[in-house]
């Protein structure tokens, strides 16, 4: 299917855990970002990456590990996941310019 | 701190009213300012943009309002319906060094009553 794909969906998982949330583009967008929503504070970038193997902090980068091996995936890693990091999981793609970026349908993360 | 501020949190108008939310922004780096659109369970969704060099822009029924010597800028919807019922989001861009930070605010709860 064509466009931005996340998964999981849902995922609970239990404090000290790794969990990884995959994000999948088919358009070959050089620009992706993953966001965390929260209540009260909107979507805050966590980390963005303008091309394979080319990534940087965002706002709130602490707790998170990012790759880009291909240009189509752009996985984010909770190294030992903590219960400040429920939340929802928004990841994105652009292509070069002031373009729109797309948005996936997000990750419903709960940290137990 | 919050590069991007939004308000109000929450609107309730009636069918046919036109909700206006604000935004506000410091850093003069930002060039291009969207708005995105969210119902629940999905992502944010393009809605409309402006560049600074623009003081107003017409979509349909969305109107961008930009004041780049106040470093405000704000959406107006007119008629509203309740189709229009959603949170929206505005966004300040930074295009640094080859690559773009958007920078949201915190987001506007609209619910439109029929």
């Known amino acids: 299917d064509a466009g931005i794909t996340q998964s999981p969906r849902y995922k609970i998982t239990e404090t000290g855990r790794q969990v990884t949330l995959m994000c999948h583009q088919t358009?070959?967008?050089?620009?992706m970002f993953w966001y965390r929503q929260d209540l009260g504070h909107g979507l805050r970038l966590i980390y963005y990456?303008?091309?394979?193997?080319?990534?940087d902090k965002g706002e709130v980068p602490d707790g998170y590990v990012v790759s880009r091996s291909k240009t189509e995936n752009f996985p984010l890693t909770l190294e030992s996941a903590t219960r400040s990091q429920t939340s929802v999981y928004f990841c994105?793609?652009?292509?070069?310019?002031?373009?729109?970026?797309?948005f996936g349908q997000g990750t419903r993360l709960t940290v137990v | 701190q919050q590069q991007v501020k939004q308000s109000p949190q929450s609107l309730i108008v009636q069918k046919g009213g036109i909700p206006i939310i604000n935004c506000a922004y410091e850093?003069?780096?930002?060039?291009?300012f969207p708005w995105y659109q969210q119902f629940p369970g999905k992502g944010p969704a393009l809605l409309i943009a402006?560049?600074?060099?623009?003081s107003e822009k017409k979509e349909g029924r969305f109107t961008i309002s930009f004041n780049k010597s106040a470093k405000q800028f704000s959406l107006h919807i007119m008629d509203s319906q309740p189709g229009d019922s959603a949170t929206y989001f505005c966004?300040?861009?930074?295009?640094?060094?080859?690559?773009?930070?958007?920078?949201f605010g915190t987001g506007t709860r609209l619910k439109v009553l029929a």
């Open positions: 994105a793609s652009k292509t070069g310019g002031n373009t729109e970026a797309f």
């Open positions: 358009w070959s967008h050089s620009y």
């Open positions: 990456s303008a091309a394979a193997d080319i990534t």
């Open positions: 850093n003069t780096a930002f060039d291009y």
């Open positions: 402006i560049r600074p060099d623009v």
């Open positions: 966004a300040a861009v930074e295009a640094t060094s080859g690559t773009y930070k958007y920078i």
